[in-house]
């Protein structure tokens, strides 16, 4: 399992390959040399991370973040249990939200047990979907963020697509069908150049 800290051991390798397969990422990659991909070896973070971020800004989701870790400390199932659901609540979760967070700390315990570096990819997001609240997406937040698994592209993810479509069509909307087309060329390290795309529409780097 990864822990705190752990950095890619691909990286290099990747941002090589990448920039020699396209010419626009390999522009991107030399302006933004100081990104790098840490995780914080700690799924359940990530996880109740996720599910703040989930349909909001970045910076709404920071603000909602400072203050629920003001309130309950050290994110933790054990934590936010001990916390009263109006207090949550107060930290800027909707209702929904705040039900998610309570009912993944509740169901943690087993989870906690799973050996997820022996899983595949689609296995973790099997396993992780069957959570309350926790969608695809989540999950390859976890897959990247968490796992640091190499190869994952989040279809859904809004600010990726907003940043291939600023990167490759001057902002223009593109279809599914178009973004797959430049994902193929980024296999198999799609998570370093989503990476790169989530940071040119945003100055601050994504975390979770």
Do not use: H
Request: glycine share 6%; net charge negative; aromatic share 10%.
């Amino acid at each position: 399992m990864t822990v705190l800290g752990d950095r890619p051991t691909y990286w290099e390798v990747a941002k090589k390959e990448l920039s020699n397969n396209d010419k626009i990422l390999s522009k991107i990659i030399g302006k933004y040399e100081d990104l790098e991909l840490i995780s914080r070896g700690d799924m359940f973070f990530t996880l109740i991370r996720s599910i703040i971020g989930q349909q909001i800004s970045v910076k709404a989701a920071s603000t909602v973040w400072l203050r629920l870790t003001e309130k309950v400390g050290e994110i933790t199932p054990e934590n936010i249990l001990s916390t009263d659901f109006e207090d949550l609540r107060k930290c800027g979760l909707s209702q929904r939200k705040t039900e998610y967070i309570i009912g993944i700390s509740e169901s943690w315990n087993e989870y906690s047990n799973f050996d997820w570096d022996k899983m595949n990819d689609e296995e973790i997001i099997e396993k992780l979907v069957e959570l309350r609240g926790v969608g695809k997406w989540t999950a390859e937040m976890i897959l990247i963020f968490t796992l640091l698994r190499p190869d994952v592209f989040p279809i859904g993810d809004i600010g990726m697509i907003r940043g291939i479509e600023k990167s490759y069509k001057s902002g223009e909307k593109m279809s599914k069908e178009e973004l797959d087309e430049i994902s193929k060329k980024w296999i198999p390290w799609r998570t370093v150049a989503c990476c790169y795309m989530w940071r040119t529409i945003d100055p601050e780097p994504v975390e979770y």
